[in-house]
């Protein structure tokens, strides 16, 4: 599953835009939030999560626009086995 989590104008780890983590679950998709931009188990800096279907209705995706960014980066996580 793809999650969106948008940031707004200031004291967020982006300016705008959006980042896409994919994950099993909204808690998975957090967790990999958190390891990569905040280490601490504070409340989430951003301003929203949504699901890819949410996310495809908004404005923010229809323009690929939120406050003059994009999607900065898209996140995963991969398990090896050997």
């Known amino acids: 599953m793809k999650f969106y989590f948008t940031f707004g104008l200031v004291n967020q780890p982006f300016t705008g835009g959006w980042v896409v983590i994919n994950a099993d679950s909204r808690a998975q998709a ?3 939030f958190r390891a990569a931009f905040q280490p601490n188990d504070e409340m989430l800096n951003c301003c929203s999560i949504y699901e ?5 209705r908004t404005k923010m995706y229809r323009e690929n626009d939120n406050f003059g960014s994009s999607c900065h980066c898209e996140l995963g996580l991969k398990i090896e086995k050997k």
């Open 52 to 56: 890819e279907r949410e996310f495809k």
């Open 30 to 32: 957090c967790m990999l």
